[in-house]
Protein backbone atom coordinates (compact mmCIF):
# COMPACT_ATOMS: atom_id res chain seq x y z
CA UNK A 1 0.00 0.00 0.00
CA UNK A 2 2.78 2.31 1.06
CA UNK A 3 4.62 1.25 -1.94
CA UNK A 4 1.59 2.21 -4.20
CA UNK A 5 1.96 5.62 -2.96
CA UNK A 6 5.44 6.17 -3.62
CA UNK A 7 5.24 5.01 -6.60
CA UNK A 8 2.55 7.82 -7.45
CA UNK A 9 4.11 10.52 -5.76
CA UNK A 10 7.22 9.52 -8.04
CA UNK A 11 5.64 9.63 -11.38
CA UNK A 12 3.81 13.55 -10.06
CA UNK A 13 7.40 14.42 -9.21
CA UNK A 14 8.44 13.29 -12.92
CA UNK A 15 5.66 15.50 -14.34
CA UNK A 16 6.30 18.46 -12.54
CA UNK A 17 10.23 18.15 -13.53
CA UNK A 18 9.33 17.90 -17.18
CA UNK A 19 6.83 20.38 -16.72
CA UNK A 20 9.51 23.08 -15.93
CA UNK A 21 11.76 22.02 -18.13
CA UNK A 22 9.28 23.35 -20.95
CA UNK A 23 9.39 26.57 -19.23
CA UNK A 24 12.39 27.01 -21.40
CA UNK A 25 10.89 27.06 -24.88
CA UNK A 26 8.46 29.98 -23.36
CA UNK A 27 9.82 33.07 -24.89
CA UNK A 28 7.94 36.97 -24.06
CA UNK A 29 5.25 37.72 -26.18
CA UNK A 30 4.38 34.38 -27.09
CA UNK A 31 1.13 32.77 -27.37
CA UNK A 32 0.77 29.65 -26.31
CA UNK A 33 -1.56 26.81 -26.69
CA UNK A 34 -2.18 24.31 -23.87
CA UNK A 35 -3.24 20.66 -23.99
CA UNK A 36 -4.90 18.41 -21.14
CA UNK A 37 -4.33 16.05 -18.66
CA UNK A 38 -2.16 15.95 -15.49
CA UNK A 39 0.81 16.36 -16.79
CA UNK A 40 -0.25 19.72 -18.65
CA UNK A 41 -1.93 20.81 -14.93
CA UNK A 42 1.82 20.59 -13.44
CA UNK A 43 2.87 22.58 -17.15
CA UNK A 44 -0.15 25.36 -16.25
CA UNK A 45 0.99 25.99 -12.61
CA UNK A 46 4.61 26.28 -13.45
CA UNK A 47 3.35 28.75 -15.73
CA UNK A 48 1.86 30.77 -13.71
CA UNK A 49 5.39 31.48 -12.93
CA UNK A 50 6.42 33.33 -15.45
CA UNK A 51 2.74 34.70 -16.74
CA UNK A 52 4.22 38.18 -18.02
CA UNK A 53 5.89 36.56 -20.78
CA UNK A 54 3.02 34.97 -21.95
CA UNK A 55 0.49 37.15 -24.53
CA UNK A 56 -2.19 34.75 -25.11
CA UNK A 57 -3.49 31.34 -24.74
CA UNK A 58 -5.44 28.92 -26.29
CA UNK A 59 -6.99 26.02 -24.77
CA UNK A 60 -7.53 22.18 -25.76
CA UNK A 61 -10.29 21.22 -23.05
CA UNK A 62 -12.66 23.06 -20.82
CA UNK A 63 -10.71 21.65 -17.81
CA UNK A 64 -7.25 23.41 -19.13
CA UNK A 65 -9.28 26.71 -19.72
CA UNK A 66 -10.50 26.34 -16.02
CA UNK A 67 -7.36 26.11 -14.46
CA UNK A 68 -5.48 28.73 -17.25
CA UNK A 69 -8.00 31.21 -15.64
CA UNK A 70 -7.85 30.51 -12.44
CA UNK A 71 -4.06 31.35 -12.19
CA UNK A 72 -5.39 34.79 -14.56
CA UNK A 73 -4.27 33.79 -17.88
CA UNK A 74 -5.84 35.33 -20.62
CA UNK A 75 -8.16 32.32 -22.95
CA UNK A 76 -8.90 33.28 -26.36
CA UNK A 77 -10.95 31.28 -28.91
CA UNK A 78 -8.22 29.42 -31.57
CA UNK A 79 -9.96 31.14 -34.17
CA UNK A 80 -8.64 34.70 -32.78
CA UNK A 81 -4.97 34.94 -32.53
CA UNK A 82 -2.95 35.18 -36.41
CA UNK A 83 -0.44 32.23 -35.14
CA UNK A 84 -0.14 30.06 -32.02
CA UNK A 85 3.60 30.07 -31.30
CA UNK A 86 4.03 27.18 -29.06
CA UNK A 87 2.00 23.97 -28.34
CA UNK A 88 2.57 22.30 -24.80
CA UNK A 89 1.12 18.97 -24.49
CA UNK A 90 1.54 15.41 -22.93
CA UNK A 91 0.44 11.88 -24.16
CA UNK A 92 -0.38 8.50 -23.11
CA UNK A 93 1.94 6.69 -25.12
CA UNK A 94 5.38 8.10 -27.43
CA UNK A 95 7.70 6.74 -29.33
CA UNK A 96 11.12 7.35 -30.28
CA UNK A 97 10.13 9.21 -33.78
CA UNK A 98 7.84 11.51 -31.34
CA UNK A 99 4.49 9.90 -32.77
CA UNK A 100 1.77 9.69 -30.72
CA UNK A 101 -0.80 8.13 -28.78
CA UNK A 102 -3.12 10.92 -27.51
CA UNK A 103 -6.94 11.57 -25.59
CA UNK A 104 -6.99 9.28 -22.75
CA UNK A 105 -8.63 12.07 -21.12
CA UNK A 106 -10.62 12.13 -24.24
CA UNK A 107 -9.51 15.92 -25.43
CA UNK A 108 -8.08 14.31 -28.75
CA UNK A 109 -9.81 16.40 -31.28
CA UNK A 110 -9.39 19.75 -29.81
CA UNK A 111 -5.71 18.54 -28.73
CA UNK A 112 -5.62 17.58 -32.50
CA UNK A 113 -6.61 20.75 -33.70
CA UNK A 114 -4.61 22.91 -31.58
CA UNK A 115 -1.63 20.97 -32.53
CA UNK A 116 -1.89 21.86 -36.07
CA UNK A 117 -2.70 25.03 -35.58
CA UNK A 118 0.55 25.84 -33.94
CA UNK A 119 3.87 26.85 -35.32
CA UNK A 120 5.87 24.02 -32.27
CA UNK A 121 4.64 21.18 -30.85
CA UNK A 122 6.48 20.23 -27.54
CA UNK A 123 5.54 17.21 -26.12
CA UNK A 124 6.08 16.40 -22.32
CA UNK A 125 6.16 13.21 -20.77
CA UNK A 126 7.55 10.84 -18.13
CA UNK A 127 9.32 7.86 -19.36
CA UNK A 128 6.60 5.18 -18.68
CA UNK A 129 5.23 7.26 -22.01
CA UNK A 130 7.81 6.01 -23.49
CA UNK A 131 7.43 2.54 -25.92
CA UNK A 132 8.82 0.90 -28.82
CA UNK A 133 5.41 -0.12 -30.48
CA UNK A 134 2.71 2.07 -29.94
CA UNK A 135 -0.85 0.24 -29.28
CA UNK A 136 -0.29 -1.40 -25.99
CA UNK A 137 -2.39 1.85 -24.59
CA UNK A 138 -5.69 1.43 -25.97
CA UNK A 139 -6.65 3.81 -29.19
CA UNK A 140 -8.86 6.79 -28.33
CA UNK A 141 -11.28 7.46 -31.37
CA UNK A 142 -13.52 10.14 -31.01
CA UNK A 143 -17.26 9.13 -32.59
CA UNK A 144 -20.31 11.10 -33.58
CA UNK A 145 -22.65 8.85 -31.67
CA UNK A 146 -24.89 7.80 -34.20
CA UNK A 147 -21.99 6.18 -36.03
CA UNK A 148 -21.30 4.07 -33.10
CA UNK A 149 -21.77 0.80 -34.48
CA UNK A 150 -20.64 1.24 -38.19
CA UNK A 151 -17.58 2.66 -36.50
CA UNK A 152 -16.99 -0.18 -34.26
CA UNK A 153 -17.32 -2.80 -37.02
CA UNK A 154 -14.66 -0.70 -39.11
CA UNK A 155 -12.69 -0.87 -36.60
CA UNK A 156 -13.00 -4.48 -35.72
CA UNK A 157 -12.44 -5.40 -39.47
CA UNK A 158 -8.64 -3.26 -38.81
CA UNK A 159 -8.19 -5.51 -36.13
CA UNK A 160 -8.97 -3.61 -33.08
CA UNK A 161 -11.16 -4.36 -30.57
CA UNK A 162 -13.52 -1.64 -29.75
CA UNK A 163 -14.41 -0.54 -26.02
CA UNK A 164 -17.06 2.09 -25.75
CA UNK A 165 -15.79 4.91 -23.11
CA UNK A 166 -19.18 4.55 -20.63
CA UNK A 167 -20.53 7.51 -18.84
CA UNK A 168 -17.97 10.17 -21.28
CA UNK A 169 -19.17 12.72 -23.67
CA UNK A 170 -16.30 14.55 -25.26
CA UNK A 171 -16.46 19.05 -24.98
CA UNK A 172 -17.67 18.09 -28.60
CA UNK A 173 -20.78 16.31 -27.26
CA UNK A 174 -19.85 12.62 -29.14
CA UNK A 175 -18.32 9.32 -27.36
CA UNK A 176 -14.93 7.58 -27.43
CA UNK A 177 -14.18 4.28 -28.54
CA UNK A 178 -10.84 3.19 -27.23
CA UNK A 179 -9.51 0.49 -29.32
CA UNK A 180 -6.91 -2.41 -27.95
CA UNK A 181 -5.24 -4.80 -29.42
CA UNK A 182 -4.14 -2.81 -32.64
CA UNK A 183 -0.64 -3.83 -33.92
CA UNK A 184 0.56 0.18 -34.62
CA UNK A 185 3.88 -0.91 -37.16
CA UNK A 186 2.83 2.18 -38.72
CA UNK A 187 1.20 4.57 -37.24
CA UNK A 188 1.22 7.28 -40.09
CA UNK A 189 -0.97 4.81 -42.34
CA UNK A 190 -2.81 3.85 -39.29
CA UNK A 191 -3.67 7.82 -38.55
CA UNK A 192 -4.93 8.22 -42.98
CA UNK A 193 -7.12 5.05 -42.64
CA UNK A 194 -9.23 6.07 -39.84
CA UNK A 195 -9.04 9.53 -40.84
CA UNK A 196 -11.21 7.74 -43.95
CA UNK A 197 -13.89 6.64 -42.12
CA UNK A 198 -17.03 8.29 -41.93
CA UNK A 199 -18.05 8.83 -38.33
CA UNK A 200 -15.18 9.14 -37.15
CA UNK A 201 -14.37 12.38 -36.05
CA UNK A 202 -10.70 12.29 -34.93
CA UNK A 203 -8.56 9.43 -33.71
CA UNK A 204 -5.62 9.81 -30.95
CA UNK A 205 -2.85 8.88 -32.97
CA UNK A 206 -0.61 12.37 -34.13
CA UNK A 207 2.08 10.61 -36.71
CA UNK A 208 0.71 12.85 -39.24
CA UNK A 209 1.37 15.83 -37.02
CA UNK A 210 3.98 14.63 -34.89
CA UNK A 211 5.56 16.23 -31.96
CA UNK A 212 8.07 18.45 -32.74
CA UNK A 213 10.33 18.12 -29.47
CA UNK A 214 9.39 15.34 -27.07
CA UNK A 215 10.95 16.17 -23.58
CA UNK A 216 11.30 12.99 -21.33
CA UNK A 217 11.47 13.22 -17.49
CA UNK A 218 13.66 10.32 -16.53
CA UNK A 219 13.32 8.46 -13.37
CA UNK A 220 17.34 9.39 -12.81
CA UNK A 221 16.70 12.79 -12.88
CA UNK A 222 17.53 13.64 -16.12
CA UNK A 223 15.92 15.33 -19.04
CA UNK A 224 15.89 13.37 -22.23
CA UNK A 225 15.06 15.88 -25.34
CA UNK A 226 14.12 14.16 -28.68
CA UNK A 227 13.84 16.61 -31.78
C1 LIG B 1 -5.77 13.99 -22.98
C2 LIG B 1 -4.42 13.56 -23.42
C3 LIG B 1 -3.31 13.63 -22.44
O1 LIG B 1 -2.24 14.31 -23.00
C4 LIG B 1 -2.88 12.24 -22.11
O2 LIG B 1 -4.01 11.51 -21.68
C5 LIG B 1 -1.81 12.24 -21.02
O3 LIG B 1 -2.36 12.64 -19.81
P1 LIG B 1 -1.53 12.64 -18.46
O4 LIG B 1 -0.58 13.78 -18.56
O5 LIG B 1 -2.59 12.85 -17.40
O6 LIG B 1 -0.86 11.32 -18.31
O7 LIG B 1 -4.20 13.17 -24.54
O8 LIG B 1 -6.73 13.80 -23.97
Redo the contacts with the bound molecule.
Sequence with gaps: MFFHKKEIQNQQQL?QQVAQAALDYIKPGMVVGI??????NCFIDALAQIKHKVELTVSSSDESTKRLKEHGFEVVDLNYPNKVDIYI????EANKHRELI???????TR?KICRVSSEKFVCIIDESKLVTRLGSFPLPVEIIPMARSYVAKALVALGGQPIYREGFTTDNGNIILDVHNLEIDNPLQLERELNQITGIVCNGLFAVHAADVMLIAKNDGDIEIIK
Design positions: KGTGSTVDGADKGGGGALE
